[in-house]
């Protein structure tokens, strides 16, 4: 059994953490881009919305190593995997290390807080954020503020992800990305190998993970009407 695991590679991340990954990376981007104009900024952060809350659902309901109770641990975990870094050779995790698991809740924390703040917000010129007006334009003058705070923040984060990632390419000669792309990491030593092959949950219960997160966001805005 382990010999097929090593030959196909395990399977590590489903299709629909996969898809929620580059999704969010790419309209991070565009959200950072499209910051001068107010209309599309305001629909790519609702987007956001939906698709973390998506993530937080299928962080109960999905595969194995997208459920949060694989990868976040305790700071005796934590201390032991940076212990580990030091190692010549290190195992190798299947899924998120210690830390690297605790920085995936930290970003997804500071995104949901900054697509939540994002409704509030306006410029006191033109825009007023979808329930701006549900708040004292005084209170929503200081949540913009934190909202433009909450933006570098985010920034620094993703650009300390992507260090962790190169620092895993380039000093301990694993490929974190490759596994993103295609599911699977055919690079485990027979140690590392999962005890069984993994089955992707089916599709069906992504389906209904999405519904809920979108039904969510419609809700939230209908706060606003």
């Known amino acids: 059994m382990a010999e097929g695991v090593r030959k196909l590679g395990a399977l590590v991340w489903d299709l629909p953490t996969r898809l929620f990954h580059w999704l969010l990376a790419l309209l991070i ?12 900024h305001q629909r790519i952060g609702i987007a ?5 809350l998506f993530r937080l659902i299928w962080g109960v309901i999905g595969g ?44 997804l924390v500071l995104i949901l807080a900054q697509a ?14 979808p329930l701006g007006e549900l708040v004292a334009e005084s209170t929503s003058e200081k949540i913009t503020t934190i909202h433009k705070i909450m933006s570098n923040l985010i920034l620094a984060a993703v650009v300390l992800h992507i260090g ?34 993994d089955r992707a949950p089916p599709l069906w219960r992504a389906g209904i993970a999405a519904a809920v997160a979108i039904a969510v966001v419609v809700g939230i805005l209908s706060l606003g009407r």
């Open 29 to 40: 981007l565009a959200a950072f881009l499209s910051d001068d104009n107010r209309d599309i």
């Open 48 to 52: 956001i919305l939906a698709l973390v």
């Open 64 to 107: 194995r190593y997208a459920r949060f109770t694989s990868f976040l641990r305790g700071p005796k975990a934590v201390l032991e995997h940076l212990d580990e870094m030091r190692q010549p050779n290190p195992p190798q995790h299947v899924g998120h290390n210690a830390a690297g698991g605790w920085m995936v809740a930290v970003l």
């Open 116 to 129: 939540g703040t994002g409704l509030f917000t306006n410029d006191l010129i033109t825009y007023v954020g």
């Open 164 to 197: 962790a990632v190169l620092v895993y390419f380039v000093w301990k000669k694993q490929n974190l990305v490759r596994p993103m792309l295609t599911g699977r990491r055919a690079d485990l030593r027979d140690a590392d190998l999962p005890p069984l092959p």
